[in-house]
């Protein structure tokens, strides 16, 4: 005999049924509503972050800088294949293809899929004139330097200022007293009008007609060779206005002090750009900071406009301590009276002393440099335990000698000083000169651009739900010190 099971449902149940069941429904579509909010929300996050995470390896590895590069090794740079980049992400993020029998086992609850993506803003290395560049440069510098040099330095250029030894006019006072040497008449034993007066520095002139790098180099044939072309270079394109630029304001960060971030960032530019004497392999250019100060197309003309100003340098700082030492300057006289008592003509003697003193003092200035390629010190002001070179070696033209290390600066101090009194603009240009051209050197990066690589983005990110809900999102991500 079969038992009949009867059912039935009571007037309060329906009516708790009536009043809980919208309820469940009510929670459950707003837990939909959050839930793809928040999937939304974490999408877009790990998204950018994807996106921020394709920085130039290259760029980080040889100059410790991070960007977003957006040609991505193409030919073509814009942000259509960074917002083509975060798209691939988003959707990669909201699907559950990826999850294993998903198709059997899973159902999206949240049904979110992305509807478009649009970069709305951007900063790239190069705008500014290289600010966002420089920036950075520094804050990788910030923590391996210590401030305490930046007063050092400024001494050093004040010294150089107030003595004037980048104004002195030395060698074109040295061309007039020669000049005058040159014309001068006089009457000889004989009664006959002579025109000139032997110089005692006309071996010094000689050599000096030689050129810089062979006088102060050891082997002039050892100078690298290297060239480049720098038309289609950073510092040429923004100079024609043919780069791209961002929208976004150059953020706060850290280095607002323009004292120091300038003295951090030549910092990070001795210590990322090759020198003479500290060369970097492979390198576009091997004398780098040369070429910061020089912007020649080729290493020789740039360490030989480096040399020459470090020779007019010493030049100036040696006149000036030759002109104040009573001896010296009563050799000098000595052997100008010495020549014009020969030449029966005394009131030439002031003339002669003068240029025997300016050549004495570039014959000095020959052996400094010499010494700083060398790898050795000079004093920026020297005494008279510091001076090297004797009346009788100088006019003789004898320039050489043991090469001491001495006391004072190095080449390098002294380019450290050369670089704080460059203009900054040029200075940052031919430095992102030099980023780009040896970037360009690695492979799949020829066609490598400065101002196609993003520092800063920020997006404007849709997605929507298969049951009705839609998502608009602001993300973004920043290298600096101050990330977002």
Known sequence: MKRAWGGYLTVSMALCLGVLLPLFLTLIEGARRNGGALEASCAADIGVQSVMAEYHRQLLEQYNLFAIDAS???????????????????????????????????????????????????????????????????EAMEDEVMLSGLEQLKEWAQVIQINGLETSRVREEKAALDGKLEEYEYEDEEGQIQVGVENPTAVLEQKRGLGILRLVLEDESRVSQNTIDLSGLVYSRMRQGKVSRGNLPLSEGKWTDELAQRFLFQKYLLKYMGRYGAEGEGDALRYQVEYLLSGQENDTENLKNVANRLCG????????????????????????????GLLLVPEIAPVLQGAILLGWAYAESVYDVKVLLAGGKVPLLKDSASWHCDLESALSG??????AQGKGLSYEDYLCVFLWMAPLGELTGRAMDMVEADIRLTPGNERFRLDGCYDRVEFDIRMSSSFGYSYELTRGGSYGANRE
């Open 72 to 138: 991505y090794g193409t030919a073509s740079c814009g942000s259509d294949q960074t917002e083509a980049h975060l798209l691939r992400y988003l959707e990669k993020n909201v699907s559950a293809e990826d999850l294993p029998l998903s198709r059997f086992f899973y159902r999206d609850f949240l049904g979110l899929g992305v509807d478009g993506v649009e970069m709305t803003g951007m900063s790239i290395l190069t705008d500014d004139g290289g600010a966002v560049f420089r920036r950075r440069a520094a």
């Open 398 to 403: 004898n320039t050489g000698g043991p090469v």
């Open 313 to 340: 340098l010493r030049e100036a700082a040696n006149a000036a301590y030759l002109l104040s030492d009573v001896q010296k300057c009563v050799e000098a006289l000595a052997a100008a009276e010495l020549i014009s």
